[in-house]
């Protein structure tokens, strides 16, 4: 089944151009669901659950019978404490302080499937930040960056460069782990053209 039709449900710029790597054509859709962490939930299930509700809300849309969809989710876990998208530049502010120069989790959660099968996984990559200094939190806060990504950084960011060092998929703090998209799209028949190069 080389030619199935495959919808990728993400508003985010950065899964798109994630997946894109891989050489398959889809579509995209943005899911809408609320994002709010449950009492006591962990970020780890917090970002497996949010992955299975975008997967819900759009495959239980008519229009999407025939397509696989994919769905994701990513959670900034410092000490079992989520950090989503900031709600506000101070909020981005005093995430970007909570980090410094710390060790935290990223999870990133992937729901892929169609209306006979649905895998879901999460992948955790560790990741150690450099002692950036509040000026330079501030100067980047000022570019509005932080504010469309959890934890309020961007670990792709050349002029930031928050990352002092990181253990685990780099693709999966983006926001999409390649590697485990790669393995769960060949469980439906979808072969990657060329796309083990992107693959890290
Ligand atoms: C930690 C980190 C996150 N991010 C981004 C990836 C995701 O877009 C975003 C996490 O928010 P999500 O809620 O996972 O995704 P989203 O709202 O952007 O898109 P959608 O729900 O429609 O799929 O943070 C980076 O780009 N770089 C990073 O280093």
């Known amino acids: 089944m080389l030619h199935r039709k ?15 790597g891989l050489g398959i054509q889809f579509e995209i859709f943005s899911p809408d ?17 949010l992955a ?3 997967w819900g809300n759009v495959v239980s849309k008519s229009g999407f019978e025939d ?19 900031p709600n506000s530049r101070e909020e981005a502010f005093e995430m970007l302080k909570s980090l410094r120069a710390r060790e935290h989790l990223v999870h990133t959660a992937v729901c892929v499937g ?11 990559t560790r990741v150690k930040m450099r ?5 330079e939190i501030a100067s980047y806060v000022e570019t509005g960056s932080p504010m469309d990504k959890a934890g309020g950084y961007a670990v792709q960011d050349e002029f930031f ?18 590697e485990a998209v790669v393995r769960m799209l060949e469980r439906f028949d979808i072969k990657m053209l060329g796309g083990a190069a992107v693959v890290r």
Do not use: F, H, Q
Request: net charge negative; proline share 7%.
């Open 131 to 135: 002692n950036y200094s509040d000026g």
């Open 114 to 124: 169609d209306g006979t099968l649905l895998l879901c996984s999460v992948v955790t």
């Open 6 to 20: 495959i919808v990728l449900a993400s508003s985010s710029p950065r899964r798109k151009e994630l997946l894109s």
């Open 161 to 178: 460069s928050p990352v002092e060092r990181m253990e685990g998929s780099y693709t999966n703090v983006v926001g999409l782990p390649l």
């Open 67 to 85: 397509y696989l969809v994919i769905t994701a989710d990513t959670v900034v876990d410092l000490d079992g404490r989520s950090l989503g998208k």
């Open 52 to 54: 299975y509700e975008k």
């Open 33 to 49: 669901i609320p994002e709010d962490v449950a009492p006591g939930e962990s970020p780890w299930n917090l970002a497996r659950r």
